[in-house]
């Protein structure tokens, strides 16, 4: 089946510097990838919808400046946090859409936990 | 806009008990629907869908039968296993938003 895989699976950074969060799929082309957020004991709530080639589209009340998307490949997309705080510590989950799929069916990766000092 | 409503957890159940977590769906037009399961420290995985009314998704034991009528998709199991212990996420997606509705999950423990 489709694999979605993220790298790192969890990262601590200091508070003020980058963080860079890859998304990759591994036997299929996306051509859009997703990237979401997760709270502890909630939801998922999609930060930003990112197509091969072109500018990511952010959700609102998300901040574009903030979490710079890039999907630079059909099987890579890269979330970097950027002078990252606390608040910014989440788990954060992409998914892929395959190419050659429905268009409702998206593969999620195992996500990252990112922890901000 | 689209919406998702699940039932709220956490649920505790011995094994071998029955499960049912309810979902209900606000939706333009006709959505396609999902249930997604979560381990502990993992991602999302699909365990079933359905994308007409009055589809049964099944997977793992696990059913849910999509109702238009009642606007639901609710997910059962006859029997739960201590390995079904996860969060369960219910969603929808339509070709209008092209993306997916979560609802807010639902924490299923299974004691032995």
């Known amino acids: 089946g489709a694999v979605v895989s993220q790298h790192p699976s969890r990262v601590i950074c200091k508070s003020g510097t980058s963080v860079k969060i890859e998304c990759r799929s591994l036997?299929?082309?996306?051509?859009?990838m997703f990237w979401y957020r997760q709270f502890p004991k909630q939801s998922l709530m999609l930060m930003a919808t990112s197509n091969e080639g072109s500018k990511a589209t952010y959700e609102q009340g998300v901040e574009k400046d903030k979490f710079l998307i890039n999907h630079a490949s059909l099987t890579l997309s890269t979330l970097t946090v950027t002078s990252a705080h606390p608040e910014d510590s989440s788990f954060y989950i992409c998914?892929?859409?395959?190419?050659?799929?429905?268009?409702?069916?998206?593969?999620f990766g195992p996500g990252t936990r990112l922890t901000v000092t | 806009g689209d919406s998702v409503t699940q039932m709220e957890g956490p649920v505790t159940l011995s094994e071998e008990a029955f499960l049912t977590i309810n979902c209900t769906y606000t939706a333009t037009g006709y959505p396609s629907l999902f249930w997604y399961v979560q381990y502990p420290g993992e991602g999302l995985q699909l365990l079933l869908k359905a994308t007409k009314a009055d589809d049964k998704g099944s997977n793992k034991g696990f059913e849910a039968t999509y109702r238009k009528e009642t606007t639901s998709f609710h997910l059962e199991k006859g029997s739960v296993q201590v390995s079904d212990s996860a969060v369960y996420f219910c969603a929808l997606f339509t070709g209008s938003a092209r993306q997916l509705t979560f609802g807010s999950g639902t924490q299923l423990t299974v004691l032995p």
């Open positions: 036997d299929f082309q996306a051509t859009t």
């Open positions: 998914s892929a859409r395959d190419r050659g799929q429905s268009t409702y069916e998206q593969y």
